[in-house]
């Protein structure tokens, strides 16, 4: 079974974009691995988390559930979900399968609004939006998922740059990668 943890499973913790602003990645990876522990005992072993996109707009309604604007930052955050969600094995009864998510460049949704086009070169792409989700597939993340918006007209989730070549080809990422709710339809 799968959940939405974003900040704690039983036990709540402050929200993504609070934590990371303690630039604490050792007490991000305990909370992390805190929520997997909790989860376990209630039979959840996947967790759609964690949520790396950069969000440089404010009125992007998911700004909380990230580590906010900064590229390092926000791959130094991931590394750490991925290290707590995960542990050093996922058949460990203290691990569960992370998916970080929203692949990619969701929270650069114009004018931020969810579920809008986002349109952006190839170099911010690479520079900003994307060393998060490489730093989280880098850790392990057992899954990824794809995201809502559109990327330079293209459906994220059957956009073959991102799947293919990025994902895929270039960080051998050979994992599952699941469709957001109703990314597909």
Request: aromatic share 12%; hydrophobic share 45%; charged share 20%.
């Amino acid at each position: 079974f799968g959940a939405d943890v974003i900040h704690g499973f039983r036990t709540i913790f402050p929200v993504p974009i609070a934590t990371a602003s303690s630039w604490d990645v050792e007490l991000i990876t305990s909370l992390a691995h805190m929520a997997a522990v909790e989860a376990k005992t209630a039979g959840v072993n996947w967790f759609y988390s964690p949520m790396v996109d950069i969000a440089r707009d404010p009125r992007w309604g998911r700004c909380t559930e990230g580590a906010g604007e900064d590229p390092y930052l926000g791959a130094a955050i991931a590394r750490a979900y991925i290290r707590g969600y995960q542990g050093a094995d996922l058949s460990s009864p203290e691990s569960v399968a992370a998916c970080v998510k929203h692949f990619a460049a969701y929270g650069a949704a114009e004018a931020g609004r969810d579920y809008n086009t986002t349109d952006m070169s190839e170099i911010r792409l690479r520079q900003v939006y994307l060393p998060p989700y490489k730093a989280a597939v880098d850790a392990g993340s057992a899954t990824v998922m794809s995201s809502f918006n559109v990327l330079n007209g293209v459906p994220a989730t059957a956009n073959p740059f991102l799947m293919k070549t990025i994902l895929r080809s270039e960080w051998g990422f050979d994992g599952p990668v699941v469709s957001d709710y109703t990314a597909v339809m």
